[in-house]
């Protein structure tokens, strides 16, 4: 039996190089070593913290479904679909609902982090609380094995771990206890140094033109400590640097010598380091040009994704309701 992998991301904005390297990647990985892969852009899991803007959704969620495919995830192996087109992940998420503790939710250190931290939204709404059971139908309706997330997800997952446990004590074996695949790149700081996010305004994005990513680049932190250009540099406490691992990986003990013994400027590392990102996004912003020309095959090909993973979600939900007893004329 192949192994089932979900996983999804909230169309909240245009995914960045730090999406690219830390999910999508991995993701193309498993969707190309055989899994069976279903990804999903959760457009309900958005709507629990953009509820009062939840026009701008839409938009992101073709963003991200351009962001999806231009970097590799292909439509035709791997189910990509949009969360609110399979409504069965709202039926279990109610099932799931009647059995999750609410000290459960209550005590999960990612939601009392946003609830205290993000102040611009009011996030004390029944929705919110529930995030992660809805989280956990969207894993358990396919009966994932595999989950690829970032380390911040893990109490998300533990407490899906803990509901497949609670329903299939109550009503009988049914769902399996997925397992984490986390994601062994490291995260790529902002060109300011900071974690990348788009409420930062640091954010290289995929879908930056390469004018723009060249400034930005030329923008980016270096070493604070390499005021002028005779200054020997310290390249491993240099954001630069660490791109150039990444996207320039060739040339790295170069440039590290060149760095410590002043030999090249920053000006032109960065300039070097530019180049190099916008020869590495070349292939995607191809992609993406030709996704864009026709956004009527893009839903297209999200419909068919949907309707692929509706038919093993029905299959899940006509179980869970025989199991449960909620179910009539059978
Ligand atoms: N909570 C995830 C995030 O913010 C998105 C998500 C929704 C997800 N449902 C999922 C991730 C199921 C993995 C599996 O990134
Ligand atoms: Fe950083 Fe490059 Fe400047 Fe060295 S030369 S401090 S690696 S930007």
Redesign the pocket.
């Known amino acids: 039996m192949k192994k089932i992998v ?5 169309p909240t904005g245009p995914l960045h190089i730090g999406h690219l390297f830390g999910a999508l990647k991995n993701w193309e990985k498993l969707q190309n070593k055989g899994y069976e892969c279903y990804y ?1 852009i ?1 457009d309900y ?1 958005a709507l629990s913290t953009e509820y009062s803007n939840s026009k701008n959704i839409k938009n992101y969620v073709e963003e991200i479904a351009i962001d999806f495919i231009s970097s590799g995830l292909d439509p035709e192996k791997s189910t990509i679909f949009i ?1 609110s087109l399979v409504p069965e992940h709202i039926e279990l998420h109610l099932i799931f609902s009647m059995i999750t503790p609410v000290p459960y939710l209550e005590r999960n250190p990612v939601y009392k982090e946003q609830v205290e931290e993000i102040k611009d939204k009011d996030l004390h709404t029944y929705g919110f609380l529930g ?1 992660p059971v ?2 956990a139908a ?2 358990l309706i396919y009966k994932a094995n595999s ?1 690829p ?2 380390i911040d ?1 893990l109490p ?1 997952l533990e407490l899906t771990r803990e509901i497949a446990r609670r329903f299939n004590y109550l009503y009988g074996e049914t769902f399996p206890e997925p397992e984490a695949i986390l994601t062994e790149t490291p995260k790529i700081p902002g060109i300011d140094g900071r974690k990348m996010s788009k409420s930062y305004n640091n954010a290289i994005y995929l879908k930056d033109s390469p004018e723009i990513i060249k400034e930005k680049v030329s923008k980016m932190f270096t070493d604070p400590k390499r005021i002028y250009r005779k200054d020997p540099g310290h390249p491993e406490t240099c954001p630069v640097f660490l791109y150039h691992k990444i996207f320039n990986s060739v040339k790295i003990k170069e440039i590290e010598s060149d760095c410590k013994n002043a030999i090249i400027g920053c000006t032109d590392c960065k300039k070097m380091l530019g180049e190099k990102i916008v020869e590495y996004l070349e292939d995607i912003r191809k992609k993406r040009k030709e996704l864009e020309k026709n956004k009527k095959g893009l839903l297209e090909k999200l419909k068919y994704g949907s309707e692929k993973a509706r038919k093993i979600a029905q299959k899940t939900i006509l179980e869970v309701k025989e199991k449960t007893g909620i179910l009539y004329g059978k």
């Open positions: 979900l996983s999804g991301m909230r999903m959760a899991h969360q995030y809805l989280q969207d894993i989950v997330i970032g997800q998300h």
